[in-house]
T-cell receptor
Framework: KNQVEQSPQSLIILEGKNCTLQ??????????LRWYKQDTGRGPVSLTI?????NTKSNGRYTATLDADTKQSSLHITASQLSDSASYIC?????????????FGDGTTLTVKP | NAGVMQNPRHLVRRRGQEARLRCSPM?????VYWYRQLPEEGLKFMVY????????ESGMPKERFSAEFPKEGPSILRIQQVVRGDSAAYFC?????????????FGQGTRLTVV
C-alpha cells in the first residue's frame, strides 16, 4: 500500500531560525514528489516538484532534497518568517498514475513565533 | 490568467438539503480533481474528471455524492441529503494532461457546514 509519512506532526520555532521537515514514502514505482504549503483557510500552493533524477531543488528560502534510494525527502526552511506559519504537505505520485492517485501526507504544521 | 476558482467559499446547509460546489479550472486545463479535508486532517482524494468523463472516482462515497465536468461550464460536486459528517473543506485542483512534471493548481476551497 502506498503511504506517505511526515514528521514532525507539528513544530514551533522562533522567527529567523531554520527548520527541516521530513517525508518518508513507500510509493512505487516512483514518479515525482511535491511539497505544498497550505495557509490556514486557503488552498495548497506548490513549492517544489522533484523527479527521480533530482536530488535538490530550491525555491527562495525553501530547499527540498530527495533520496530515492531511501525513499526520503526533506524540506528545509532558512531564516524563517512569521508568514511561514502554515501546514506543509508532501505528495508523492506513482508512475502511470494521475494527480488524483497521488498519495498525500497528513502535513507538518509549522508555527513561527516572534 | 485567473487561477482555479471555487464557489461559494462558504456554504451552510441544513441536514437533508443538497449542496452544490462549483469549480472552474485554470484556463487551458482539462483535468479536474476534487479533495475533501476534514478539520485537523489531511487532504483526501475524491474524484478525477476530464471534460465529460469521470476517470477515477475511487475516493467518492458510494451514496449521496456525485461529480460532473460538462463540456461547457464548471465542474460540480453534488452532495445530496447532507449530514453533519459532510462538514469539511472541499478543494478542487486542475491541471493539463498529467505527466512527470505536471503542476496541479488548487482553488481556495469551499467550506461546507451542515447544521
Amino acid at each position: 500500500k502506498n503511504q506517505v509519512e511526515q514528521s514532525p506532526q507539528s513544530l514551533i520555532i522562533l522567527e529567523g531560525k531554520n527548520c527541516t521537515l521530513q517525508c518518508n514514502y513507500t510509493v512505487s514505482p516512483f514518479s515525482n514528489l511535491r511539497w505544498y504549503k497550505q495557509d490556514t483557510g486557503r488552498g495548497p500552493v506548490s513549492l517544489t516538484i522533484m523527479t527521480f533524477s533530482e536530488n535538490t531543488k530550491s525555491n527562495g528560502r525553501y530547499t527540498a532534497t530527495l533520496d530515492a534510494d531511501t525513499k526520503q525527502s526533506s524540506l528545509h526552511i532558512t531564516a524563517s518568517q512569521l508568514s511561514d506559519s502554515a501546514s506543509y504537505i508532501c505528495v508523492v505520485s506513482a508512475k502511470q498514475s494521475n494527480a488524483g492517485k497521488s498519495t498525500f501526507g497528513d502535513g507538518t504544521t509549522l508555527t513561527v513565533k516572534p | 490568467n485567473a487561477g482555479v476558482m471555487q464557489n461559494p467559499r462558504h456554504l451552510v446547509r441544513r441536514r437533508g438539503q443538497e449542496a452544490r460546489l462549483r469549480c472552474s479550472p485554470m484556463k487551458g486545463h482539462s483535468h479536474v480533481y476534487w479533495y475533501r479535508q476534514l478539520p485537523e486532517e489531511g487532504l483526501k482524494f475524491m474524484v478525477y474528471l476530464q471534460k465529460e468523463n469521470i476517470i477515477d472516482e475511487s475516493g467518492m462515497p458510494k451514496e449521496r455524492f456525485s461529480a460532473e465536468f460538462p463540456k461547457e461550464g464548471p465542474s460540480i460536486l453534488r452532495i445530496q441529503q447532507v449530514v453533519r459528517g459532510d462538514s469539511a473543506a472541499y478543494f478542487c485542483a486542475s491541471s493539463p494532461p498529467w505527466g512527470e512534471n505536471t503542476e496541479a493548481f488548487f482553488g481556495q476551497g469551499t467550506r461546507l457546514t451542515v447544521v
